[in-house]
């Protein structure tokens, strides 16, 4: 089963591809992930609108094993993305907002040096206080060079409902292969002619599996658990600006009431895009 995205969500440059369910089955024992080098393109920081273009329900298709009804879907609060903070980098799903993100070459002992990195605490803190409002977020406890795979981030008391403590755990992350790009060459997107299209240098691509745990200020029981993945498409489009399509999709865990008859399989997918432009280098 594929979704295609739809071309017009860019403005700059027209592309479309799919994305294919097959490959979203939940894996359950893996190798702890390493680093991930971003492309030297997406170095410095960068100002990001964050758009909702739409959500699908792949175990609730006729041709989908297992077969899920959608309202049986829709009714377990307890999937990623149904609750606001139940997925850290987009807070509030439905919510379009405007954050920042910046990636970096750092040179610290542990983590390896000249290669550009995703600057988490930064990109994390930006997004939930997109949401939250400033300040929100009081601290975050991440050392790459001890636990690339670990953050935990506490939330000012009374911040949100959901969670004062948000635990993040990254169970994989790869690199894809670039996918043909369908580009039309015949309109670009004010009509005229266009014929160009972006090379394989030009694509970045990756996953990561991620666990959250969320906890409030009472009892440990009220705590949630959500698995997610993040598929991220990134399209450099100009020097100073990039286009990506966010896919998120959601999973139930052992534990969840639609565990028995979902299994592994993606129960809904949120899709997202993001603007990017590169803000000005400080002197």
Known sequence: MTYTL??????????RHTVNYTAFQKRL???????????????GEWQVSCRFIGA????SAANSNP?????????DTSLPGFRRLSIAMVPDVGKDHDFRMRFLRPNVEGIGTGEVREDKVFNLKQALESELGKAAVTNID???AKNPNRASLALLPGSSPNAQRIELFWNAR????SPPLETDTTTGPSGSSSGSSSSSQDVFRFVEDIRQVSLTPQLAETSSVGDYRHLWEFYHVGPESIKT???TVAYTTPQGPLFQAAGLQPLVVY???LTMRRLARRA
């Open 174 to 177: 790869s690199s894809l292969p």
């Open 67 to 75: 077969y899920v009804p959608r309202e049986r879907i829709a009714a």
């Open 271 to 273: 899709f997202h895009t």
């Open 6 to 15: 739809p071309a017009r969500a860019f403005t700059d440059v027209n592309i």
């Open 245 to 247: 399509y966010l896919s």
């Open 142 to 144: 991440y050392n790459p």
């Open 29 to 43: 024992f893996q190798k702890a992930p390493g680093f991930l080098a971003y492309p030297s393109w997406m170095e």
């Open 56 to 59: 699908d329900f792949p175990s």
